[in-house]
Each structure stands twice: as structure tokens, then as C-alpha cells.
């Protein structure tokens, strides 16, 4: 018999399963939960991105495209940008199409890390940039964040957690799982931190077409003297509903894009040539879409914020991505025995905060992308069970 965990690689089999996907495999064993969960849009792929899909298909761009992918996919990238950011980039040099935003980060970690490199993350967090740290033997180093600060990174947690070690730092805003937004005077602050340093800016701004209360996405690129030392880390899933066709970037230095092309070039070729084309038609066609999902996420958000706090579950008012955060240290339960409680007696599904981190203990994350009454019936079931706990039954 052969003995895989001897032979496997130490730092993969260290590696600790997804706190949500350990959740779900419990969901699985129960057949009428309703979940809150999953942080997938659910709408369809708009109809005429999908119509691009298969044209695509029907006109034979089924072939490789080069390994950056199209060159006019890329370029409508770079657009994207100017016209969204008013940021410069080059279609041609600072941009690599990839699987998903998620194969871009695993390989600008992958690219950037020497060992004991240390990653600054502001947690709570998105849960794959611990493992890519320990992967590439790289060393985590979360920062807290709190609602107390509306979830923001703030300069002087950052500024405490800096070492002459420090390598990457890592902020994601929109924040999955808190809703948490950076607005341009705290980026401005976190730039002030770092200029002086040589630390690399990974900015996912997975969710940068999902902010509220008016309030536009800043993208780190725009605050002058940071574009040269981040790489921004985007896709499709989230803003056009495109989970499913796995298209995602990379987009920054071209020194550095041309480093993660060459790991890209030898793990994957080249990203999927009909996403791709359904991609350019997303980005000339598909601001409609996004306004349209925007706004049906915007009544969703104010439905299950307003209903938890109803419920006397304290929940910051998320300003963007499509999380909310509720806190329930106010029922006694620790965050993991909440959800399971809550999924045993009333068979509803959602996360607890500690899997995006320690410092998510006493929170529960809570994805509305679901239909209103789906999210209704939900929080009634959640309303029930914190009213039995409270009264003792
Ligand atoms: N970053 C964040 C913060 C995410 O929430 C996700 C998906 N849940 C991703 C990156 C990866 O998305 P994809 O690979 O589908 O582009």
C-alpha cells in the first residue's frame, strides 16, 4: 500500500480544507436546508453574453488563444480601466487573462514569494490567501480589522504589522466575507504606509462593481504612486454573473505580468477561448446587467440588514460585495455552534465568521444572493431559533 501522506508534499497536506466548504459537506447530509451561503450571483449570465458564448462557438473560435489571451479581450480590459478608474494600463503588457481572479492570485503569490516572505492580510478574510502563503512557504500575517472602524484596514494596524519581512500585503474591497469598502482618503492613508517600503499591493477587487449608498469602488491603481507596485486581481464571476466560465485577470506592471505569464504559460496555456470572447461582449455590452443585478442586490442588502437588526442580531450596514456580517456573541453561542444549532433545529445554512479567520469569531457571514422571498423565509427561521435560544427553550 502506498502511503500518500508520506509521499505528498509537506506544506500541501498542511494545508487546512475551506471552513465554508467544511460547512457545506455538513449541509449535505441534511435534504431541506435552505442556505445563505453561497457568495455565487444568481442570475443567469445576461442573455447576450451568453449568445457571444455561442457564436463563439458556432463561427470555430475553439482553438488556443495566444497565452495572455486576446489581444482584444485585453485591450477592452485596459478600457475597462481608463474608463472606470481613469487608469492607464496597456492591453498589450499589463494584462494576463486567467482561470477565474483565483488562478491570478495563486500565481502572483506563487511569482512574488520568497521563504518567510511574510503577507500582510486584513482579516477578516477571503479564505484562499492563507494557504497560497503556506504553499509558496511564505509566512500569513493577518491584521484585524473591526466594525468599530466600518471593517477598513486601518494606517496604524498596518503600521504595527509591518517587519523588514513584509512582501506582500494583500486588501480586498468590496470585502467578502465583512462588506466593508476603502474609500479613496483610506486607501490615500494605507499608500502613506507604505511608500517607503518595498511591499507589492495585491488589490482583489473581485467586487468593485458592488458598492452602495452612492459610494464608487476606488481602485488602488488610482492613488497616485501605487499603480507601479500593485497588481489588481479582477474577473467576471462576480459583476456579470459568470462564475460558471471561470474568466478572471491580472493587471499591472508589465514586469511582473510578464513573470506570472511565463507560470500561466507552463501550468495552463491559455485561459478558455469562448469565455473569452463572451467576456469582450460583457465589457462593450454589459453595464445594463451590472445596474440591473446592482440594484436587485441593493434591496436585498437593506431587507436582510434591517431584518437581523430586527431580529437583535447587531449587523454592520454593509457597503458593498454581497455579504453582510451579522454579529451573535449577543446569544452566547460561539460562532461554529450557532451554525450548526441553527442548521440542525431550523435547517438553515451560513457561515461562521471563524472561517475567514480568528477574528471572525462571534460573527456569522450571511450571502444575499438570493431571491426576497427565499431571504424572508430565511430570516424568519433565524428570527425563530434566536428567540428560542434567548427564552430557553
Ligand atoms: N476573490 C474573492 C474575494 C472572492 O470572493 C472570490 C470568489 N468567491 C474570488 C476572488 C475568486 O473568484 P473567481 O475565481 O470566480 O474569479
Redesign the pocket.
Known sequence: MIDFNQLLNKRIRDVKPSGIRKFFDICEEYDDVISLGI??PDFPTPEHIRQAGINAIASGHTKYTSNKGLTELRREIAAYYKRRFNVDYCGDTDVLIT???????DLCFRVLLEDGDEVLVSEPS?V?YSPLTSISNGVYVPIVTEEKDRFRLTPEALKAAITPKSKLLVL?YP??PTGGIMEREDLEAIAEVIKDTNIIVIS?E??GELTYGGKRHVSMAEIPGMKERTVI?N????AYSM?GW???YAIGPKELIAAITKMHQHAIMSANTISQYAAIEALRNGDVDINYMHKTYDARRRLVVSGFNLIGLHTFEPEG?FYCFPCIKSTGLDSETFCAQLLEKKRVAVVPGTAFGDCGEGYIRVSYCYSTDHLAEALKRIGDFVEELRSGK
Do not use: V, W
Not at 99 to 105: D, H, K, M, T
Not at 235 to 238: I, L, T, V
Open positions: 457568495g455565487e482561470i477565474g481572479g483565483s488562478e491570478a492570485l477571503y484562499c480586498t470585502n467578502n482583489d473581485i467586487y486581481i474577473g467576471f464571476s462576480k462564475t471561470r474568466l478572471g460585495a
